[in-house]
Nanobody, 124 residues
Framework: QVQLVESGGGLVQAGGSLRLSCLAA????????MGWFRQAPGKEREFVAA????????FYAGSVKGRFAISRDNAKNTVYLQMNSLKPEDTAVYYC?????????????????WGQGTQVTVNS
């Protein structure tokens, strides 16, 4: 069992930055595949970024590549999403996810555990 708690959301102007955090508890953190997803009102949940276990590769959606960065601190059992050059279309509830498979990291069905979400709103 894994419990996830997100924090760091808020209201920012276009071009600004936010850093989201996700604290994980219940399993050895370094062994987990971690992901970030987002969901806007009336839209489906979409992939944002993923970090493979054991210090592996990172992957990004094309819409955020070059602007967002996923990272992890294994000593603190925490994964981060640094968001720069924010756009109004980035507005959504952002969710942390854990325990994805190596083959299923890019889709919600690839993860077994989810946080409650944190709201990110970007004004034009």
């Amino acid at each position: 069992q894994v419990q996830l708690v997100e924090s760091g959301g808020g209201l920012v102007q276009a071009g600004g930055s936010l850093r989201l955090s996700c604290l994980a508890a219940g399993r050895t953190f370094s062994s987990l595949v971690m992901g970030w997803f987002r969901q806007a009102p009336g839209k489906e949940r979409e992939f944002v970024a993923a970090s493979m276990k054991n210090g592996g590769q990172t992957f990004y959606a094309g819409s955020v590549k070059g602007r967002f960065a996923i990272s992890r601190d294994n000593a603190k059992n925490t994964v981060y999403l640094q968001m720069n050059s924010l756009k109004p279309e980035d507005t959504a509830v952002y969710y942390c996810a854990a325990d994805g498979t190596s083959a299923g990291w890019g889709a919600p069905n690839g993860y077994n555990y989810w946080g409650q979400g944190t709201q990110v709103t970007v004004n034009s």
